[in-house]
C-alpha cells in the first residue's frame, strides 16, 4: 500500500470508522434483539437516547437454551480446549453442563420459545453502559493481532481468537453467536481452525452481519477496494461460509474504501446502493412466516432458501425509499431487523441516507430499529464514521474502554498507512 494513499482527512476518516464501530455496537446493545419496536419504547422511556445497561427482564429474548454441543471426549484427546461459555453456561443447552431454567411459552413476534418472564435474561447481561459486546470485543482481538505483528495474519488472529473464547475471565458477553459455537463444535472434533467455520447452506444464521464486522476491518488495510475485497473474504471465510455475507462485502468494500479517501458520503451511498438488490420477500412477511412455523428453525430447507436468495430485479434505490416510505413503515415491514444481510444493508443504507450520514442520529434510529441492531450498527457506525471528520466526543468519552480503544485504534491505524500492512 502506497504511503500517500492515505491523506490526513483519511487518517482521521479510518479511525472515526474504528470508533463508530465501537459507539454503534454499545448505544444498540440494550435494546438488541427487540424486534417489537414499541417494546423499546416501553422499555426505555421512549427509546434509547444514550448508553445505557441491558435491562432484565429482556421482554422477548430467547438467548436461554441455546445450543452448544462440542464433542468433549474428542477434545479432550487432542488437547483442544472446548468450553467457550465459562460462567455463562447456565444459560445454555450443552453437552458438559445442565440448563436448569426451561423454555415454556413462545414469543408472539418471531416465534421462538422462550422461559417465564424472570428467566428471560438479557442477551447481554451484566455488561455496564457503554461496554461493548462480545462481537466488538473480537474485533479488538484482530486489531491487537494486526498491532503486535505489524500486518495482517490470519493464523495470528485464529490463535487469538481461540485463546479469547476458552481463557476464563476474558468475556463478560453472555452472549455467544451461533458461529462461535458452531465453529468450536467444528474444532472439538478435530477439523483444522481454518476448516471449522459452519455453512450458510446448513445453518441460515451463518449468512449473518456477524461475518461482515471483522471482514470490514482488514479490509481498511488494503490499497484498494480491489485487494481489499480480497482480504474481506478470506477473513470472513474463516468464520462464516456465507454466500450473503459475501455478496453484502462485494458493496460495503468499495463503499467503504470511497469514504475513508473522501468521498461525498452522500453521493456514495446512493452510488453503491444501486449494486444491491433488495430481497422480494418483505421483513414483515419473513417474520409471519416465523410466527407460522413456530421459529425459523420449523421451515423447510427449501423455502428458507428462497426467502433469502429472492432478489428484486430492479437495483435498490434508496434515495427515492427515503423520500416515499417513512422510517416506521421501512423498519421490519419492508425490512426485517433480524441478522441477514440482505435485509440489513438495505436497512442500514436507509438510515445513514435518512439521516444525512450524522453519525449520532444514525446510530440511534439504528438501535431504536432494535432487531440484530448491534450487529448492523458495528456496521453502520465504520460508514457514518469514515464520512465524518469529526466524531461527538461525548460518545467516545462514554465508552467502557474508552482510553484502551483510543490507544489501540491510533496504534492500528499506523499498520494501516505503514504500506506493509497485508
Given at each position: 500500500m502506497s504511503?500517500?494513499?492515505?491523506?490526513t482527512?483519511?487518517?482521521?476518516?479510518?479511525q472515526?470508522a474504528?470508533?463508530?464501530l465501537?459507539?454503534g455496537?454499545a448505544?444498540?446493545?440494550p435494546a438488541?434483539?427487540y424486534y417489537?419496536v414499541?417494546n423499546?419504547?416501553?422499555v426505555?422511556d421512549g427509546g434509547?437516547?444514550?448508553?445505557?445497561?441491558?435491562p432484565?427482564?429482556h421482554?422477548e429474548?430467547?438467548?436461554v437454551?441455546m445450543s452448544?454441543?462440542?464433542?468433549?471426549?474428542?477434545?479432550?484427546?487432542?488437547?483442544?480446549p472446548?468450553?467457550?461459555?465459562h460462567?455463562?453456561?447456565r444459560?445454555?443447552?450443552?453437552?458438559?453442563?445442565r440448563?436448569?431454567?426451561?423454555?415454556?411459552?413462545?414469543?408472539?413476534a418471531?416465534?421462538?420459545?422462550?422461559p417465564?418472564?424472570?428467566?428471560?435474561y438479557?442477551?447481554?447481561?451484566?455488561?455496564k453502559a457503554?461496554?461493548?459486546?462480545?462481537?466488538?470485543?473480537l474485533?479488538?482481538?484482530?486489531?491487537?493481532?494486526?498491532?503486535?505483528?505489524?500486518?495482517?495474519?490470519?493464523?495470528a488472529?485464529?490463535?487469538?481468537?481461540?485463546a479469547?473464547?476458552?481463557?476464563?475471565?476474558?468475556?463478560?458477553?453472555p452472549y455467544?453467536?451461533?458461529y462461535?459455537r458452531r465453529?468450536?463444535?467444528?474444532?472439538?472434533?478435530?477439523?483444522?481452525?481454518e476448516?471449522?467455520?459452519?455453512?450458510?447452506?446448513?445453518?441460515w444464521?451463518?449468512?449473518?452481519?456477524?461475518?461482515?464486522i471483522?471482514?470490514l476491518?482488514?479490509?481498511?488495510l488494503?490499497?484498494?477496494?480491489?485487494q481489499?475485497?480480497?482480504?474481506?473474504?478470506?477473513?470472513?471465510?474463516?468464520t462464516?461460509?456465507?454466500e450473503n455475507?459475501?455478496?453484502?462485502?462485494g458493496v460495503l468494500?468499495?463503499?467503504?474504501?470511497?469514504?475513508?479517501?473522501?468521498a461525498?458520503p452522500?453521493?456514495a451511498i446512493?452510488?453503491?446502493?444501486?449494486?444491491v438488490?433488495a430481497?422480494?420477500v418483505?421483513g414483515e412477511?419473513l417474520?409471519?412466516?416465523y410466527?407460522?412455523h413456530q421459529g425459523?428453525?420449523?421451515i423447510?430447507?427449501?423455502?428458507?432458501?428462497k426467502?433469502?436468495?429472492?432478489?428484486?430485479d430492479?437495483?435498490y434505490?434508496?434515495?427515492?425509499?427515503v423520500?416515499?416510505e417513512?422510517e416506521s413503515?421501512?423498519?421490519?415491514?419492508?425490512?426485517?431487523?433480524a441478522?441477514?444481510?440482505?435485509h440489513?444493508l438495505?436497512?442500514?443504507?436507509?438510515?445513514?441516507k435518512?439521516h444525512?450520514?450524522?453519525v449520532?442520529p444514525?446510530l440511534?434510529?439504528?438501535?431504536?430499529?432494535?432487531g440484530?441492531?448491534?450487529?448492523?450498527?458495528m456496521?453502520l457506525?465504520?460508514l457514518?464514521?469514515a464520512a465524518?471528520?469529526?466524531l461527538p466526543e461525548?460518545?467516545?468519552q462514554?465508552l467502557?474502554?474508552?482510553?484502551?480503544?483510543?490507544?489501540e485504534i491510533?496504534?492500528?491505524?499506523?499498520v494501516a498507512?505503514s504500506?506493509h500492512?497485508i
Amino acid at each position: 500500500m502506497s504511503t500517500n494513499r492515505i491523506t490526513t482527512v483519511s487518517r482521521k476518516r479510518l479511525q472515526n470508522a474504528l470508533w463508530g464501530l465501537f459507539i454503534g455496537d454499545a448505544l444498540a446493545m440494550p435494546a438488541h434483539w427487540y424486534y417489537r419496536v414499541e417494546n423499546i419504547g416501553k422499555v426505555f422511556d421512549g427509546g434509547i437516547r444514550d448508553f445505557q445497561a441491558p435491562p432484565h427482564p429482556h421482554l422477548e429474548s430467547f438467548m436461554v437454551g441455546m445450543s452448544y454441543q462440542p464433542d468433549v471426549a474428542a477434545a479432550e484427546r487432542q488437547g483442544r480446549p472446548f468450553d467457550i461459555l465459562h460462567a455463562h453456561a447456565r444459560f445454555y443447552h450443552t453437552s458438559y453442563s445442565r440448563l436448569e431454567i426451561k423454555s415454556t411459552e413462545r414469543e408472539k413476534a418471531h416465534g421462538n420459545p422462550v422461559p417465564g418472564l424472570e428467566d428471560r435474561y438479557h442477551y447481554h447481561h451484566g455488561l455496564k453502559a457503554g461496554e461493548n459486546t462480545l462481537a466488538a470485543q473480537l474485533v479488538r482481538v484482530l486489531m491487537r493481532s494486526v498491532i503486535a505483528g505489524e500486518r495482517y495474519d490470519p493464523d495470528a488472529f485464529i490463535e487469538a481468537f481461540i485463546a479469547h473464547m476458552t481463557t476464563p475471565g476474558q468475556n463478560r458477553d453472555p452472549y455467544t453467536e451461533i458461529y462461535i459455537r458452531r465453529w468450536f463444535e467444528n474444532y472439538s472434533q478435530g477439523l483444522p481452525p481454518e476448516d471449522c467455520a459452519e455453512l450458510q447452506r446448513r445453518v441460515w444464521s451463518i449468512g449473518s452481519h456477524g461475518g461482515l464486522i471483522r471482514a470490514l476491518v482488514v479490509s481498511m488495510l488494503a490499497g484498494s477496494s480491489y485487494q481489499g475485497l480480497g482480504m474481506a473474504v478470506e477473513h470472513q471465510n474463516l468464520t462464516h461460509r456465507s454466500e450473503n455475507v459475501t455478496s453484502a462485502l462485494g458493496v460495503l468494500v468499495p463503499l467503504l474504501q470511497a469514504l475513508l479517501a473522501g468521498a461525498d458520503p452522500g453521493r456514495a451511498i446512493s452510488t453503491y446502493a444501486q449494486q444491491v438488490h433488495a430481497p422480494q420477500v418483505t421483513g414483515e412477511q419473513l417474520f409471519a412466516a416465523y410466527r407460522d412455523h413456530q421459529g425459523p428453525g420449523n421451515i423447510p430447507q427449501r423455502d428458507m432458501w428462497k426467502f433469502h436468495t429472492l432478489l428484486a430485479d430492479a437495483p435498490y434505490e434508496v434515495d427515492r425509499l427515503v423520500r416515499e416510505e417513512a422510517e416506521s413503515a421501512v423498519v421490519n415491514q419492508r425490512f426485517a431487523t433480524a441478522c441477514y444481510p440482505e435485509h440489513g444493508l438495505p436497512l442500514l443504507l436507509y438510515l445513514a441516507k435518512a439521516h444525512d450520514v450524522a453519525v449520532e442520529p444514525a446510530l440511534l434510529a439504528n438501535a431504536n430499529a432494535g432487531g440484530d441492531n448491534v450487529h448492523r450498527g458495528m456496521v453502520l457506525g465504520l460508514l457514518v464514521g469514515a464520512a465524518n471528520n469529526d466524531l461527538p466526543e461525548h460518545l467516545k468519552q462514554g465508552l467502557i474502554a474508552g482510553n484502551d480503544l483510543q490507544a489501540e485504534i491510533e496504534a492500528f491505524s499506523d499498520v494501516a498507512l505503514s504500506g506493509h500492512a497485508i
